[in-house]
Every structure is written in C-alpha cells, then in structure tokens.
DNA sequence: CTGGAAATTGGGAGCGCTCCCATTATTAAT
DNA sequence: ATTAATAATGGGAGCGCTCCCAATTTCCAG
C-alpha cells in the first residue's frame, strides 16, 4: 500500500512506464494479453496514480470549484443552497470531477480565496452561484483569468458569460396570475434583495403581471426580504397594515416565514390571505398548510451548470452559453384554490 | 496574465528561481532589499505559483476532504450538515486549505469516491462525518492507506481514530431530566435511527435518566425517527395514542415534524404536550412555538474538526485524539418552563 | 517467404515546483 | 588586513506523471 509508482508497476508487470499509463488512461493500442497483465498488478497493488503529478504533466486537476459568493449565510438558512450543491456534487462525481467548495463570506474570504481559485494547476473551472450585485468582480477576475467558468443563475452584466437559470419574470408572473386568477384583489409580494437578480426579476415578473391585468401596483403591497424565514416574517408584518389577501413570496422560506406572522395575526390560511411561494423545496410541504409554489429544478440546475462547464473544460470552446430551465406551478393549499373554485 | 513559472520572475526580478521560491514561501534568508524586487514583480504580474507542481514537488496538497456517506439525504433535509460544513469552510479557508466536497450517495458513488479520496496528491488528509453504522468500511479503508483522518461525531469503532464529538448522552439527560423536573409524567423520545451513534446515545441518554429517577422506561412511548421533519412527524404519531405529556426529540428538525403532527392532532404546546430539541440550529427560534433545545456548538465542531486534522497533517502525529465539546439546555417556549414553575 | 504498413512498446523530455548542497558574498572577530 | 564564521544565492536532482517519437514487433498481401 506503500507509495508506488507507475514505474513500480511497470517492473511487476514486467513492461515500461508508457504502457501501465496507456492501460490506467484506457488508451487503446495495448495487447489484451498485455493490459490483462497490468490490470492484475494494479488490482493487486491497490495502485492510483498521483493526481498531482497527472496535474502537472497533463495540465489538467480534474478538478471543479464551486463558489458561493456572498452567500454563507444564505447557505445555511435558504435550503436552496444545499440542494444546488447536491446537485453539482452528483454530478461531478458522475464525471468522474472532484468538487471543491468555497464559500465567501468576509472580505477576507475572497482575499484568501480568489488567488487560490485562479491559480494554476488547481481547477479546471469554476460554477460561481451568482446574481448578486457584488458577483461581478469574482466573474470579472476569473474571465480575465481565461478560467473556464459557468454561472448558476444569471449574473448582472452577463455578456460573454455561460449561465444557466431558469426565466424569473414569467415565473413569477405565472404565480401571480395564479392569484389574480382566483380572484385575490389585494395581491402583495415579498420580494428578494434588491441587489439580486432574482429578487429583481420575481419582483418585475409581479408588477408586469398586475399592470397587464390592468391591476394598479401598490408600494404597501411590497417588502423587501432577504431569503431567510425571519426576513419572510418580517417582511410580512410590514405588509400586514395594507391587508392583502393573497402574498407572492419570491422564496418558500420566506413564504414559510411569511404565513408565520399571518398565522400570528390570528389570520387563517389561506382564507383571509392566500400565500404562493417559489422553489419547491421539500419544505414547501412540510409546512401546516401545504405550499403552493413555483417549481424549478434545483439538482437539474447543478447537474446542467457541470454539463456546461465540463463541455467548456474538454472542448476548449468558451463561446458563451446559456440555458434556461422550465419552472412549473405547483397547485397546493395556501393559494385556496381548492375553495375558491 | 499567463502561465508564469517561478522561472519567469526570477529572471524580471534579476534573481535565480530558487530565491523566488524561498519569497513566495516566505523562507528567512532572503536580503530585505532583494526580497522587495521579488514581491514587486510578483505583485506586477499576478503570479501564483502552480497548485499541482508544488503538490508534487513538497508531497503537501493543502486540500483536506469532507466525506459524507450514507447522508446525502440528509444534508439537504436537516440543516445540520450544512451548518457543520460552514464550519469546516471556514476553518479551511483560515488556514489556508482548500476543501473538497465529497457526498456519497450510492454504492456506485462509493465506488468513485474511494479511490479518489484515497489517492495520494489529492488530499492531505479527510474529515469524515460519521457515526452511521456503514461508515466502519471506509474508515477502515482510509486508516489502512495512512490517511490522516478525523471523524465528525463517534465513529462505531473509535479506537485509533481521532474525533471530534459531544458527550450525547449526557446532553440527553439533561434535556429529559429537566423535563422531569418540570412534572412530566409520561415523557416520550423521538430517537434517531437505531445504526447511528448519535441515534443510540441521545436514546440512552433518556432512558438513562428515567431509570435513575425512578421512572418506568415504557417502548410505547419510544419512537424511531430518521433526523427528518417528517420522520419527527411520523414518528410523533405513533407516540400520539400513548399519550406523553412530555417528548425528547434527538434532533430539532424532528421536533418541529413532531410539533407539526400535535398541533394537527388538536393538541396544545406546551400545555397539552411539551417538547425538547437537540442541535439548537436557527430553526429553532423560528417555528411558532421558539423550541427548547440543547445547544450544539456546530460551527466549533467543524473548526476542531479542521484543527485536530492540519495538527496531524503539519505535525505528523497520528496518536488518537478526542474532543469532546461542550453542549447546553437552552429553555424556550417548547418545553412550558414559564408556565410551570 | 518477403516487404511494407500498422500495431505495439520503450524511453526521453518536460510539466513547475521544492529541497539540498555547493558556491559566493557579507560580516565579525582577531 | 586576514580568517573564520555566517548569510545569501544559484543550480541540479527529482517529485510521478503524460506525451511524443523512435524502435520494435506483428500482421497481411503479394
């Protein structure tokens, strides 16, 4: 179990160097008889070869890192995170990627952790979770850096940028149709930061929404929240004085949040307020009363942004990119829809 | 911008690439004058020496893995693996180490994953987050191969391993026996899952304290969970028909599951039925009814983690160590302390 | 059989660093 | 000024692999 080399099991094989590394990287033009000999030695052995000397002569670590700008406190308190990450750990283990995570949260963070993502000979590209307003100069910094790079979620300026994300605004504006559909006439929303695009896009998808039903868009119908349950809450308790009877929450933790002032208010759900959310994170039924939501595909998500990236890393084409995945109403308790029908 | 080599400063700084190194490396012996030019042209340039040959070339990655087997479902479903991640984050980036992310789903991710963490040049050394009766096999594996390692939680098997943990079945007993000093007469626990440590020990704990006060230990009132919300939920109604006035949960997240199924079942907390958690993560500040629970320092958790691992990766002391951190009652609604006392 | 093409194999060079040792410059002490 | 110490510097070797090319073997048609 020792340190062998490639060397060490060419002499137990009884070839050279060049031919154990022809069988390990399944390269043809090796006699079976030959690559069967090899093969026994290694299995025997236990033998891997250094992945930092692979590193070193082929120029390439096989490795991916995943950036969470930001967002550390996020991380922990929106599960959105942690599903996005599975989803890129998934894949990354079915590409046979090693996943290395980076989370930013001070300023010293990024001081430590920017020089090491763009150093040489540590990844072969970067998924950086954007959509903040601060993401910029990361994205900057590493396309400068010619570092293969995909955005998950669109960023700010996302010119000559890969992204994938799903199509806030008419997300969002389905789940308000939804509402206005069922005949809510005080449609309020708690929206995300503003310095997000998603909080920017599901906030635009709402107003598009009400002004095309010809509804007009009332300020006290709208707070700010920052994807954390206590934000939903709060956010809540300032829309409470304008009465809605039916809120968009641009997240379902803040949904969840959210429905706990109202429920808090000694209003019923979804009777004197109706709630939608948006996600669909196995949260959104775990609550009381059952979300309904927006739906997008979170591990799809993660799986995609790898499948981009590694087609980056492998094909060398940097040709910007972008996909843009389907979201879906999920129909459950909190909009009424059952009772409003 | 591009690839620099130690060689390309050395020669616009004037200097032999071995001075470089030793700047770069912060080696004494360099004079203050000559050091100064290096770190000009360096600063000038943008160089970072090269990830992969300094792994090969000093046999020291600077990258320490986090192994999550057999809870890939878990993460995403009780907060406490990302919280603990955070941690581990943190503390990596502190010491300048980078981290790698390895969930393990299936057996076939296993079958990736094993040899890839095993590897020599890839990591300095893994954290593995254990206490899950399948994880002996790659702890096995990983001590075999001479990996410097520590466990997150008691492995099954902890001799000659080094861990981090909490004493679980004290902090158990404290939950429940304060619980007994509150008057509670049929005190129910919602375990963990009987192959996991945590789940044995938070058990023992309860029925530990129940035998020492005298209390018959009854299996009606002893509820198997999974550590999910709807584990909890599931669990506390199997529990329902034994009527506890009282319930032990081992995790919060299965509390709130538990607390979510009382309240549907028309019971009040905590004046019908009172509850304690265990893990005191945010979400216990957050449901209706702010959850009574032991405190676990998690994010201290996965910084010893990191420290006790770069100790044995830096000193090479592989000796066996254990830290047990400190945990605590906190009281809150949950358990009706206010309305009793 | 024989020659030439194709398949297989081996070895050198090199990836960019660290580490060691020999060399040279500097300092302090006589 | 001379020598012995110490500090600073440069260069070779080597980490363990990949990649290329040259050498060898195998194969098949004529």
Redesign the interface.
Known sequence: ?A?LTLEDIAKQAGVSRSTVSRVVNNHPNVRGEVRQRVLQVIEDTGF?????????ASQR?W?IG?LLPHS?SF???D?Y???L??GI??AC?QY?Y??????V?TKE?EE??F??V?????LDGVIVQAGHHGDQEIIGHLV???MPLVVAGRPFRSDNVSYVDIDNINAAASAVSHLVRLGYQRIGTISGPANSTVGLDRKEGYVKTLKERGRSVDDSLIAEGDFT??GG?YAMQKLLPAKPDAVFAASDIMAI?AM?AA??AGLNIPDDVAFVGFDDL??AT???IQLTTIRQPVIQFGVKSVELLIDQIETGNTTPRRVILDTELVIRESCGASRRK
């Open positions: 179990m340190d891997h070869p250094n992945a930092a000397a692979r590193t070193l670590s490795t995943l550390v991380f922990f308190t599960p995170y942690p599903h990450t599975k750990a998934q283990n046979n090693t996943l290395a995570l980076f989370l949260g963070d430590k952790i020089p090491r763009s150093r040489k000979g540590l400068d850096a010619a349950e206590a809450y949040g706990r429920k808090e196995p949260i775990l609550s009381s």
